[in-house]
C-alpha cells in the first residue's frame, strides 16, 4: 500500500506560481511512476504530468506544456509540481497518484494508477 498526501494548494492571481508536494509513504516511491490529474466539479478528472519511477522520462498535457514541471525526489519519497504562469482555467482540485509496485513508467488514464492522493485546491483568480 502507498498513501499519498498533496501539499502547498492555494489562491494566487493569474501569472503567479504555485508548487504542489505529494509526499508518500508505506513503499519506496521511486518502485513505480506517478503522476498529477486535476478535476472541477461536474467533470471527470483529467491528466495533467506523469513522470516514470526514475523521473527521467515524463509528459504533459497539451493545455500545461511549457508552464508546468512535475518532478520527484526519490530519497525524500516527494513528488513535486511545479506550475507557472497560471490561469483562471487551471483552477481545479489537484491530485497526485502511483502506480503499482514495479510499474515503472507513467500513463495519462486515471485508471492506471491504483493508489490516489486526498486532493489539494489550486484557484487562480483573474
Known amino acids: 500500500q502507498v498513501q499519498l498526501v498533496e501539499s502547498g494548494g492555494g489562491l494566487v492571481q493569474a501569472g503567479g506560481s504555485l508548487r504542489l508536494s505529494c509526499a508518500a509513504s508505506?513503499?519506496?516511491?521511486?518502485?513505480?511512476?506517478m503522476g498529477w490529474f486535476r478535476q472541477v466539479p461536474g467533470k471527470e478528472r483529467v491528466f495533467v504530468a506523469h513522470?516514470?519511477?526514475?523521473?527521467?522520462?515524463?509528459d504533459y498535457a497539451e493545455s500545461v506544456k511549457g508552464r508546468f514541471t512535475i518532478s520527484r525526489d526519490n530519497a525524500k519519497n516527494t513528488g513535486y509540481l511545479q506550475m507557472t504562469s497560471l490561469k483562471p482555467e487551471d483552477t481545479a482540485v489537484y491530485y497526485c497518484?502511483?502506480?503499482?509496485?514495479?510499474?515503472?513508467?507513467?500513463?495519462?488514464?486515471?485508471?492506471?494508477?491504483?493508489?490516489w492522493g486526498q486532493g489539494t485546491q489550486v484557484t487562480v483568480s483573474s
Open positions: 497518484a502511483a502506480r503499482k509496485l514495479g510499474m515503472l513508467w507513467g500513463g495519462t488514464g486515471p485508471n492506471q494508477y491504483d493508489y
Open positions: 508505506g513503499r519506496t516511491f521511486g518502485t513505480s511512476a
Open positions: 513522470n516514470s519511477a526514475g523521473g527521467g522520462s515524463t
